[in-house]
């Protein structure tokens, strides 16, 4: 449940505004780890790194993945964002935790460590998981002035729009979400 009153997005989704200029983050959907008055953090839940697999990542970690008797898919790595682009990031599910994890709200956390890594390679990790490498970031007051420029709309987070493989329609899933049709959106923004 969103607290109305609570000014920050910690926890929440930013979907990007058509008015967004940045081509980085055209059309993108941002889980929120952190907002307060130092700044922001989140990780884009809809891009892909198309240059390395979950298999060459662990090879190149030096972490072996072990057969396992159940099926079992590689989770993708995503373009978290443009900063510290070689830094990993695992948001998932709570049913994994451990001292580095942080949690938000009940079902949701985000784990950066290299175990995570190893539990996910011989099936211990989370039930679900997306890792990201790199960032969002936002310094002091800078995603609070692109909201009033209206660069961003936010809701509330969802399972299905994080962790589901449908990457090409998270954008417009996410604008559903609160009653938003992507085909009325304009690129052009006005003030009255």
Request: net charge negative; with cysteine.
């Amino acid at each position: 449940m969103i607290d109305t009153d609570d000014p920050y997005l910690t926890g929440q989704l930013l979907i990007a505004m058509p008015a967004l200029r940045d081509p980085r983050f055209a059309r993108t959907v941002i889980f929120m780890c952190a907002h307060n008055d130092e700044g922001a953090m989140g990780l884009v839940v809809n891009r892909l790194i198309g240059s390395i697999s979950f298999d060459a990542l662990m090879e190149e970690l030096d972490i072996a993945r072990e057969e396992l008797p159940v099926p079992w898919s590689a989770p993708s790595i995503h373009f978290g964002g443009p900063v510290e682009t070689s830094r990993g990031f695992v948001l998932h599910s709570a049913d994994y935790t451990s001292e580095e994890t942080i949690t938000f709200e009940s079902h949701l956390a985000m784990t950066s460590t290299v175990e995570i890594l190893r539990d996910i390679a011989i099936g211990c990790g989370p039930r679900q998981a997306m890792l990201a490498l790199g960032y969002a970031g936002w310094g002091p007051g800078q995603l609070d002035e692109e909201m009033q420029d209206n660069a961003w709309l936010n809701v509330g987070a969802d399972d299905d729009i994080i962790f589901d493989q449908d990457l090409d329609s998270k954008w417009e899933r996410a604008l559903a979400k609160i009653g938003v049709s992507a085909s009325l959106l304009s690129s052009e923004a006005g003030r009255a």
